[in-house]
């Protein structure tokens, strides 16, 4: 049972256009974090998000928590190549963390 | 700063044969994740720990796997028997601890890529 279901599961766009993926669940969590993995490499964390409706920047990335605490999004604006990867959300949930089914994202030049 | 070191990076073995890994953490991170990531997919949790005490170990298969954190530094997983559904990359992380429900930033290393024949 996955706790975390993202969607969508494959994306493949062209650069230069905008995208969004979901993270979603019916469990409320503490707090929700955002990762990206390239292949043979580990996770590397982009954002942590805690208030319930927080919106946070990186550049060109925006992650919005959702008001209940039950889901986030991430969108991407005019993608780069050098945003492939597998995009991951992770969250906790009492004592328990779990990760999301992921995101694999491949942006053609 | 060094960062969250693993070995082996890759293990071919036959079913019903053993295997173990290693994780050096990040010095002072008080708490160490071992996941098991199937190519495509999140990591799953396998066993957490803080310091040299189990957190979570619900997702753990007990009656083959096993993990040690002696001394609250250095760890090691175990599989035996190994399946061949254990074919999957062994991911380490490595955090200081999470303060009042609030996610810290964990650390991984590159992973041991196990496959089993």
């Known amino acids: 049972t996955q706790l975390l279901e993202q969607s969508p599961q494959f994306l493949s766009i062209q650069e230069g256009e905008n995208l969004t993926v979901y993270c979603n669940s019916s469990?409320?969590?503490?707090?929700l974090q955002w990762y990206r993995q390239e292949p043979g490499e580990g996770p590397v964390l982009l954002v942590t998000?805690?208030?319930?409706?927080e919106v946070k920047k990186l550049k060109r990335l925006t992650f919005q928590f959702g008001d209940a605490r039950k889901d986030s999004s991430l969108h991407i604006t005019a993608a780069q190549p050098g945003d492939t990867g597998l995009y991951l959300c992770?969250?906790?949930?009492?004592?328990?963390?779990?990760f999301g089914t992921g995101t694999s994202l491949t942006v053609i030049p | 700063e060094a960062g969250v070191a693993q070995s082996p990076r890759y293990k071919i073995i036959e079913k019903r044969q053993s295997v173990a890994f290693w994780c050096n953490p990040i010095?002072?991170?008080?708490?160490l994740y071992w996941y098991q990531q199937i190519l495509g997919q999140g990591p799953k949790l396998l066993i957490q720990?803080?310091?040299?005490?189990?957190?979570?170990d619900s997702q753990l298969p007990k009656d083959r796997f096993s993990a040690e954190r002696l001394k609250g530094v250095d760890s090691t997983l175990k599989i035996q028997p190994a399946k061949l559904e254990d074919s999957a990359v062994y991911l380490c992380?490595?955090?200081?601890?999470?303060?009042?429900?609030?996610?810290?930033?964990?650390?991984f290393g590159p992973g041991t890529r196990l496959l089993v024949l």
């Open positions: 010095s002072g991170h008080a708490t």
């Open positions: 992770a969250g906790n949930t009492g004592n328990q963390f779990y």
């Open positions: 998000v805690v208030t319930g409706g």
């Open positions: 720990f803080q310091n040299n005490g189990v957190v979570d």
């Open positions: 992380a490595s955090s200081l601890a999470a303060s009042g429900g609030v996610l810290g930033t964990q650390y």
């Open positions: 469990s409320v969590f503490s707090s």
